[in-house]
């Protein structure tokens, strides 16, 4: 690819980004380098319709100007010298330009760039919602100084330059965030340490959801840092639980989550949901109970009219009173449940709905009905597997020897299918 010229504009375009399982598992599994008996982060992730337009241009001058129209249609504009002490300075003191300066500062300290112009026109995106909307500025900017002065960097290495350009600010993300660098299309992120795993999930149905605009206000600084005390050495069982939400109990719901969207069983997929919700109010928000006990969010899953339309739904990226993910039953549904959370709760809607996978699809089309069955996970059965996973944990730590830590997991399990469920997993989390 050429280096366009001074003064010529390039068109880019960067979703935000729905996280369908596993939040904050992605900062949780990069403790693991400091230590190892913490599990790696999954998270299953997809990039959203709705994002970030804009036009780039490099620039003579060597200064970074910055436009950028907000969803509520108003425009803030700053012009940053590209001086790299001045840079790191505007990252660390916050505030939504702090991420064109982090990333900024990394692009100049790395590669020698010059100036740039970034023109945000367009925001179809909600901010501070939970849909990554300061990692798709991030990402905007890195793809920004790459395509304008021919990096040659993968969107690999677009990522890397959003999240380290990120982690300057105030904001500890995760490297989930960057995932809306790969477009529109689920993909499982796995986070071990610093290594980073990506691949394409398969989908073998469309996913019809719904991004409720809760109209509340979320602290994520704050999210972060009261469920981040809790590593890499937890102490307390409040903490612990916590530990284990994000990391084996995680890894189950994820592992039966793409399980579930493979086979094309979106009823699944939505009690998962449901699941997946229940296990954060209990075990991550009596961590930080001023955001996490979300009220509006609660309301909103919960509300009578909507359910006959959906089958699940839960809270979006750090959780809090800030977006809910609905999973409807079908495209009428989806039409009905915008429908009413918008005339009845007077709340903004947007739907969204994930196509399913050509390979996938083709797959659930041959599944059977007893294929189908064997990816659901009954109350017990996944009692028992996430207790298995925890007593494979305890015993790599010495707390009990092995033998006893299986039987009393098993204990949970109240039939023999449910016993077979939970050595299965336990037996592919001791082999992870």
């Not at 999954?42 to 950028?68: D, H, N």
């Not at 999930?201 to 991004?211: Q, Y």
């Not at 839960?314 to 549904?333: E, I, P, Y």
């Not at 659901?376 to 006893?404: D, K």
């Amino acid at each position: 690819m050429q280096c366009p010229q001074h003064g010529e504009f390039l068109e880019l375009f960067v979703p935000g980004r729905l996280c369908l399982f596993g939040e904050h598992s992605d900062w949780a599994g990069s403790y693991r380098k400091l230590n190892k008996d913490l599990r790696p982060g999954q998270t299953i992730v997809v990039g959203t319709q709705a994002g970030l337009s804009a036009r780039v241009r490099r620039l003579e001058r060597p200064v970074l100007v910055v436009r950028s129209t907000k969803n509520d249609g108003s425009v803030e504009l700053s012009e940053l010298p590209m001086d790299a002490d001045i840079l790191a300075e505007e990252a660390a003191a916050g505030g939504f330009f702090s991420y064109a300066a982090g990333v900024a500062y990394k692009m100049l300290v790395d590669f020698g760039v010059g100036g740039l112009e970034v023109d945000n026109y367009q925001t179809s995106l909600p901010l501070k919602k939970g849909l990554s909307s300061s990692a798709a500025f991030c990402v905007l900017m890195a793809r920004a100084f790459n395509r304008s002065y021919n990096l040659r960097l993968t969107t690999r290495g677009e990522m890397e330059y959003a999240y380290q350009g990120e982690r300057l600010t105030p904001s500890q993300c995760g490297k989930m965030d960057q995932g809306c660098a790969f477009g529109q299309v689920p993909v499982l992120m796995t986070y071990n340490g610093d290594l980073l795993g990506v691949r394409p999930a398969c989908l073998g149905a469309p996913l019809h959801l719904v991004l409720v605009d809760l109209r509340a206000s979320k602290n994520t600084v704050l999210i972060l840092r009261s469920l981040q005390e809790a590593f890499p050495h937890p102490v307390g069982p409040q903490q612990q639980a916590a530990v284990e939400l994000f990391g084996p109990i995680n890894e189950l719901l994820v592992g039966r989550a793409l399980q579930a969207m493979e086979a094309g069983d979106v009823e699944h997929v939505g009690r998962l949901m449901r699941k997946a919700q229940h296990e954060f109010d209990l075990r991550a928000a009596p961590l930080c109970p001023s955001e996490l006990t979300s009220p509006v969010l609660h309301r909103v899953l919960e509300y009578p009219p909507i359910q006959e339309h959906i089958f699940g739904g839960k809270g979006v990226g750090s959780q809090g009173d800030g977006t809910a993910q609905l999973l409807c039953r079908d495209a009428d549904g989806q039409a009905a449940v915008c429908s009413i959370l918008t005339q009845e709760l007077g709340l903004d809607c947007m739907a969204f709905t994930v196509p399913a996978t050509a390979a996938a699809a083709n797959g659930a089309v041959e599944a059977t009905a007893n294929g189908a069955a064997e990816h659901q996970l009954t109350e017990p059965a996944f009692a028992a597997a996430a207790a298995a996973a925890l007593a494979a944990a305890a015993e790599r730590e010495g707390q009990q020897p092995a033998a006893v830590a299986v039987h009393r997991a098993l204990d949970s399990a109240k039939d023999l299918e449910d016993k077979k469920e939970a050595r299965k997993v336990q037996a592919q989390m001791q082999q992870a």
